[in-house]
Every structure is written in structure tokens, then in C-alpha cells.
């Protein structure tokens, strides 16, 4: 191997490795995992876990980040010998975590890493995470507050809120040794049963309903139900930030998207304009923190500011559910969103914005009466939470 291939595969491996820490701090799992192999092996014996393959790497990884209520990783480059098409190294990480039952602690590790070139590029083969240090002693720091919220406020349209948090809705389920597992029972996927049942409820209520596998054929299906053109609103939904959806369409250019816009507009004098923006795009896009097996959908939020597009203002909606929040009826709905989807929301609320989010708003939708206007892609798997 000649010095500038040998060069390039350095520099590309070092980038693959500052990718993965930009990864895991933007909480973008489905970024993370696509940087291994498909049978890459992230694995962590100190912990202990073992994922195998992209998507369980994926879904292993938002279970674990499910428990954070902050979490700060420094990555420092480290050797890298490289053999051909296959690579090896090490990384040493720094850490500061605090976990939600209060736990908290500063560690030093290892990332013993194996590289293979693929038609992707080099991605991980193997990651193993080894702690060298650990020290439990309580951490006395938080992430700021008030500044985070207004900026929030602003991304959002809505001004003078006070409050951070948008739809209630964020990483999927309680991950492996979380204080909530096994608490709840609301991350677990509802059976073929259940999910038949719900669908023959929101049809008979006036929704169209599509059953689909899984957040990929949601995607593709999303991108057929959007007329080109059309003006498009987000939700703000982990259920579409997973799937992919919320990047394509705000960043495919088949369809005009709204909050990359609101996002630029000023809130002093325009207002008025992000109010009926997001209130009335031709195509509303989002999730429900529930769906219940008498064909109703419930909605919570922190602001409002997502509601009225749901409730009718938008030309249309499309609602993208994972199987996880089938439930059986309306308090059981509300006990999910008090008891599941709120703590897990406040998580991600207080790590992007310094403090943790609120019911403030619900909306439950007991039918359709415009037919046509509300569709359900009700999945087989369990996405966002």
C-alpha cells in the first residue's frame, strides 16, 4: 500500500471514529449504527451488553439511552494499524453520565476497535468498550436552563412559552437494568390480535388505516402519500427522526417544509405568519403518544403548538404509530402518558433543553369526520415511545 492510501485510510478512520461520538451525543442511533458493518458487533462487557448487527445496535443503543438523564462522551484519537481492507485500533473515551434513578459517575475506557473497508467506506466491524476507571461519586452539575428553553420556544414558533418539550414522544422503551423496566409495561409491541382489533376500530371511526411491517415501509409509504409540492409540517416525533422521515421531507425537496422555514422566520414580527404556518400546512406529519383498541388517538404536548394541525387545521394528516402504544382504552392511554412517554420525554427535554417537559396540552381524537383527511401507518414494530 502506497503512503497517501495509507494516509487517506487514516484520516477516514478517524473520522468514522469522531462520527460515532457525534452520533451518540446527537442521540441519532440509526446514524450510529449504519457506521458498522451489517454483522458489526458493538459490545460492552462491563455493563454487560452485546448488540449484533445494525439494527439491534440501533435498538440496543436507544434502550440505553433511554436511562440518560445527561450524558457527555470526549473521544481521544488512538493507534491505528492498518492491514489491507481490515484495520485495527484504540480510542480512549472520557465520560460523564447520570442516569434516571439518580446515579451518576466519571469514567475513563477503552474502544478496542476492528475496521473493514466495504463500498460504504470503512465502517466499524467491531467496537468493544472497556473501563478502565470509574468513579461514582455523585455529580453536583446540570445543563443550563432558561437560555435552552427560549431557543426552543423560538425553533418552535411558539414564543414566551416558559416551558420546554414539544409532542410527547422521544427514544424508544426503557433499556436493559433501567429503573423503569418492567414497570410500566408500555414499550412491549401489541400482538397480532390487538393490533387487527385497532385497526378495524380506527377505520370504523372514519380513519384510513395501513398496517405496515415496519418504520421502513412507513417511510417509503409517507413519500407516496405526499403530493409534490404540498407544504408539510413535522411533528416534532423520535418516531420520524428514527425512520428517517422527518430527514426526507425536510430535506428531499419533493415537498415544501414548513419548520426548517418557522425555524428562520423572526418571532418579534412574524409571529402571526409561524402561528397559521404551523397550524395549516396542506400535509401534517407526526406520531400520538397512544392509540387505543377503541379507535381513538391521544396526543400530548408541552406547548399546543403541534395540536391545532392535527385537530383539522392541517389539509391533511398522517400519523405514523409504533405497535408499543396499542392500548386498551382511554385511562389506560392517560396512565400511559403520565407513567411512560412523559418520564422518557423529560429525559430528552432536559438534556437538549435544561429542563424536563409537561402535559400541558392533550388531544384525544375519537373519529375522522372528513373522510379521507387522517391517516393511521400503524406498524407491526415498536418505534419511538
Known amino acids: 500500500m502506497n503512503d497517501f ?14 462520527e460515532f461520538t457525534d452520533a451518540a451525543m446527537m442521540r441519532d442511533r440509526a446514524r450510529l449504527a449504519a457506521l458498522f458493518t451489517t454483522d458489526g458487533v458493538l459490545s460492552m462487557p462491563n455493563i454487560p451488553v452485546r448488540f449484533t448487527g445494525r439494527e439491534e445496535i440501533r435498538l440496543g443503543g436507544e434502550r440505553l439511552q433511554a436511562q440518560w438523564d445527561f450524558f457527555v462522551q470526549n473521544t481521544h ?4 494499524r ?21 446515579r451518576s459517575g466519571l469514567n475513563f475506557a477503552i ?18 468498550y472497556e473501563v478502565r476507571y470509574l468513579d461514582t461519586t455523585p455529580l453536583k452539575g446540570a445543563a443550563p436552563g432558561e437560555g435552552a428553553a427560549e431557543e426552543w420556544a423560538a425553533a418552535e414558533g411558539v414564543a414566551g412559552t416558559g416551558r420546554a418539550g414539544g409532542e410527547v414522544v422521544g427514544v424508544e422503551g426503557v433499556g436493559v437494568g433501567s429503573a423503569g423496566e418492567g414497570v410500566t409495561g408500555f414499550d412491549a409491541p401489541a400482538s397480532p390480535d390487538r393490533l387487527a382489533r385497532t385497526v378495524e376500530a380506527l377505520r370504523a371511526n372514519g380513519f384510513t388505516v395501513e398496517l405496515l411491517d415496519d418504520a421502513e415501509a412507513a417511510r417509503a409509504r409517507v413519500k407516496e402519500l405526499i403530493p409534490a409540492g404540498a407544504t408539510v409540517f413535522t411533528g416534532a416525533s423520535e418516531t420520524l427522526r428514527l425512520s428517517g422521515i422527518t430527514r426526507d421531507i425536510e430535506e428531499g425537496g419533493h415537498c415544501e417544509a414548513i419548520r426548517p422555514r418557522v425555524v428562520k422566520m423572526d418571532r418579534a414580527t412574524e409571529s402571526d405568519r ?3 404556518l404551523v397550524a395549516t400546512p396542506d400535509v401534517y406529519v407526526a406520531s400520538v403518544t397512544a392509540v387505543t ?11 399546543g403548538s403541534q395540536l391545532p394541525a392535527s385537530a383539522g387545521g392541517a389539509g391533511r394528516a398522517i400519523w405514523i404509530i409504533g405497535a408499543q402504544k396499542v392500548v386498551p382504552d382511554l385511562p389506560t ?12 420525554e423529560s429525559v430528552r427535554a432536559q438534556a437538549v433543553y435544561g429542563q424536563p417537559s409537561a402535559v400541558n396540552r392533550l388531544l384525544i381524537l375519537n373519529a375522522e369526520p372528513q373522510p379521507g383527511r387522517g391517516t393511521v401507518l400503524l406498524l407491526r414494530e415498536a418505534i419511538g415511545y
Open 77 to 80: 484519537p488512538g493507534v491505528i
Open 111 to 128: 474502544y478496542h476497535d476492528t475496521y473493514r473497508r466495504t463500498p460504504e467506506g470503512w465502517r466499524f466491524a467491531e467496537r468493544v
Open 82 to 102: 492498518i492491514d489491507g481492507d481490515t484495520a485495527t485500533g484504540r480510542a480512549y473515551i472520557e465520560e460523564i453520565a447520570r442516569v434516571l434513578d439518580g
Open 5 to 18: 492510501q495509507e494516509t487517506a485510510d487514516r484520516v477516514e478512520i478517524e473520522a468514522l471514529r469522531g
Open 293 to 303: 383498541e377503541t379507535g381513538a388517538l391521544v396526543i400530548a404536548s408541552a406547548t
Open 274 to 276: 409561524i402561528r397559521r
Open 333 to 344: 392511554a392517560l396512565r400511559r402518558i403520565e407513567e411512560h412517554a412523559l418520564p422518557l
